[in-house]
């Protein structure tokens, strides 16, 4: 390298093959210059630190993760514990809502113990007209609904064939008197000669043979009139029994009722032979009817013989109907695996109103208390929903499931308190009282209300339960 006057010469080094050249235009110098550092020998770029290789390429180490990740956690953990205390500081100072009681008054009244049950109307004397002559039907002379007196025609079955046979009964009547006639004719002859017989046997003029053949001709005579004088007996009876078929031929009326059903028309052809067909279906008096209830085994034990009830029928449905249980029958009737016995009740159907065949729901009183100390069911129902040593009893407390006795809860100075009590009958809606510290008038617990609730009186004893957890009772000091 030269140096001229006024001008100072740079020293440049040689960029290497694979990077761009440089050019550095510096100011005149003022003292000594730094140099780059020289290639090296081999001719190779100089190689940058590992570090800024991993920081260029995105790659970390195993340690720099797990801090990554424990920063996580730790950013976690921080959230979670904050909703926690959160949480703790709200709980801790809720201010409990107050809890409103609904309650109704026991009161004294009349309580009647119903079953109810339902089943079929019929009418109460129904028969069943057959015949026992087979034939053609040649006559119909009755109708639906028609009322009919004992011993009217309804029906006539063809006799042409019944009048014959009728006829070859006579004959053979007859034949058999004529026979009777010749045996006894017979009769006659043999007893005189038996007469003679033995007239000649006793003077010795005929051996005792003879007198033994007059003698067998006799009873032969007289057996042989006798089983003529039968065989008249017998033509005479089936004669009888052709002339009752001939009168069975006109169908008649067995009662004085109306025609529920008919099931014949002229022309058709009936066959008696081994069973009797039905032709008519008649009712003594649809003025007096039966109702047959089905009873669920649960309940027949209530029921009894000259119980009233009342039922009410789908074509009347704003109508009652009086009735009284006749009977309870033994035989049980399953159904499904559902058992039930039948009550029978007597229904006086007052202008002809019911018809056999409808469907009715009965109520049979089965018992009734006047003048009762009652309680509501829902007050029996209710318990607190706390803890049995929370609250305070008034007296021994009432064991669950022990006969009849229960426990109700009224409320004192704000605090449900037990009563014990024992029970009697109940209708489903109110129960008897028969021992207990219960007054009327007294306000029984028989449910818990919303909050913006009083309690009430009302007849509704449903009770309802807030679905928010159980519910604290305050504590007797």
């Not at 950013?75 to 609904?102: D, E, S």
């Not at 009217?152 to 006639?181: C, G, K, M, P």
């Not at 009737?333 to 006086?348: F, M, N, R, S, W």
């Amino acid at each position: 390298m030269s140096e001229s006057a006024g001008n100072t010469s740079k020293l440049v080094a040689p960029a290497p093959a694979d990077t761009p050249a440089r050019q550095d235009v510096t100011a005149p110098s003022r003292g000594p210059r730094k140099l780059p550092p020289s290639p090296p020998p081999n001719g190779t770029a100089p190689q940058p630190p590992a570090r800024d290789v991993a920081a260029t390429l995105g790659v970390r180490g195993k340690g720099h993760r797990d801090a990554s990740w424990k920063r996580r956690l730790l950013g976690w953990g921080i959230a979670v514990l904050a909703v926690a205390a959160a949480t703790v500081y709200v709980m801790r100072h809720r201010t409990a809502a107050p809890i409103h009681y609904l309650t109704q008054l026991a009161r004294r009244g009349d309580l009647t113990v119903t079953v109810t049950a339902t089943g079929t109307l019929a009418a109460r004397d129904t028969v069943d007209v057959g015949t026992e002559v087979s034939g053609v039907i040649d006559l119909v002379a009755a109708d639906y609904n028609d009322h009919v007196r004992k011993g009217e025609v309804l029906a006539v079955v063809n006799t042409d064939q019944l009048r014959a046979q009728i006829a070859q009964a006579v004959a053979a009547l007859e034949a058999a008197r004529a026979t009777a006639q010749q045996t006894a004719a017979t009769v006659a002859e043999s007893q005189g000669q038996a007469i003679r017989a033995e007239s000649l046997f006793a003077r010795q003029m005929i051996s005792p043979q003879d007198v033994e053949s007059a003698r067998a001709s006799l009873a032969r005579a007289l057996a042989a009139d006798a089983n003529a004088r039968a065989g008249i007996d017998a033509s005479s009876a089936a004669l009888q029994a052709q002339r009752t078929l001939l009168r069975k031929a006109t169908i008649r009326s067995p009662i004085d009722g109306i025609v529920l059903q008919r099931q014949v028309e002229p022309g058709r052809t009936v066959a008696a032979s081994f069973q009797t067909p039905v032709l008519f279906v008649l009712a003594s008096d649809l003025a007096r009817m039966t109702l047959a209830l089905d009873v669920d085994e649960a309940d027949v034990g209530e029921v009894r013989a000259g119980q009233a009830a009342d039922f009410t029928v789908d074509a009347y449905p704003n109508r009652t109907f009086a009735a009284r249980v006749r009977s309870v029958r033994n035989a049980a009737k399953t159904v499904e695996g559902v058992v039930t016995y039948q009550a029978i009740l007597d229904v006086t159907n007052v202008g002809l109103a019911l018809r056999p065949g409808m469907t009715a729901t009965a109520v049979i009183k089965s018992r009734q208390v006047r003048d009762a100390l009652l309680v509501a069911n829902a007050a029996l129902r209710f318990i607190p929903e706390t803890q049995a040593s929370s609250a305070t009893t008034s007296g021994p407390p009432a064991a669950p499931g022990a006969g009849n006795r229960r426990q109700v809860w009224t409320l004192r100075q704000g605090i449900p308190v037990a009563i014990p009590l024992t029970t009697g009958v109940g209708d489903g809606q109110w129960t008897e009282v028969t021992s207990g510290a219960i007054q009327p008038g007294l306000a029984l617990i028989t449910g818990i209300g919303a909050a913006s609730t009083t309690p009430a009186t009302a007849a509704d004893t449903t009770p309802t339960r807030r679905s928010t957890g159980p519910l604290p009772i305050p504590h007797a000091h």
